[in-house]
């Protein structure tokens, strides 16, 4: 049983700098990156586990290249609920190596690990997670939390949200929410198309992040269950706000 998973995205994230008063522009300065693309790999190993690869590639406003948020993770589902179509609460954790990236400060090996727990609401669905990490740039220890709804609109179609922070042991805390939608052209293909807008609440996120990525699966033996897309796209949007 094999389901391989991909998903290609683009991110631009934008920052002011040196926020002054209002009127004071000598003191801001806008800045725009770009991640074009970011690539995501999900490769099914047995019923309910899949590893999964990553990387994206940055274009930073002095227009440097460089390879970023490599990581290797391995994903499972200890508990089925919802997402498999069964009664009540679902648990899934995933660990993932972070790897050493040719972004400057960011060359050594970091860690990440979290639960995830995952119910329905009426016609909500929430997905709780937390967790820690060790970020690579500094090799602190790094507490991560989030919450993610989705709601299904119309056929193939559904608006997700997410508020989300991390908090590094001597760093500034970095939280930001985020609303985006999925949409599922054809419910015979396993192919989805996301759009987000994530705003940062603190100084140590981005002001601004826009996003936009498509997800295909495609199974390369025995039936099984397709990725979750509203996965991935928040995934991708945490990587460029925090450790990752």
Request: proline share 5%; aromatic share 8%.
């Amino acid at each position: 049983m094999v389901v391989i998973g991909i998903r290609i995205s683009t991110v631009c994230l934008h920052r002011r700098r040196g926020r002054g008063s209002e009127g004071d522009r000598d003191r801001t300065k806008d800045e725009n990156t770009f991640i074009i693309p970011r690539a995501v790999v999900n490769y099914g190993l047995f019923k309910n586990w899949e590893a999964v690869a990553e990387f994206a590639i940055q274009r930073a406003p002095d227009a440097e290249m460089d390879v970023i948020d490599p990581a290797i993770s391995l994903k499972g589902v200890l508990k089925e609920g919802i997402l498999q179509d069964k009664e009540g609460l679902g648990l899934a954790v995933e660990a993932s190596a972070l790897l050493p990236s040719t972004e400057k400060g960011e060359g050594r090996f970091g860690f990440e690990g979290i639960a995830i727990l995952s119910d329905k609401l009426g016609p909500f669905t929430f997905h709780l997670n937390g967790g820690l990490g060790i970020e690579r740039s500094t090799g602190d220890l790094v507490g991560i939390w989030g919450v993610i709804g989705e709601l299904p609109v119309s056929k193939g179609f559904r608006l997700v949200g997410e508020v989300n922070g991390e908090k590094p042991r001597r760093e500034d805390q970095r939280d930001s929410a985020l609303l985006g939608i999925i949409w599922q052209p054809w419910s015979e293909k396993n192919v989805w198309f996301d759009a987000g807008i994530r705003r940062g609440f603190t100084s140590a996120a981005p002001d601004w992040q826009v996003t936009l990525g498509i997800t295909f699966s495609f199974i390369a033996s025995s039936a099984a269950t397709s990725p979750a897309p509203a996965g991935e796209l928040f995934r991708g949007t945490r990587a460029s706000f925090g450790m990752r």
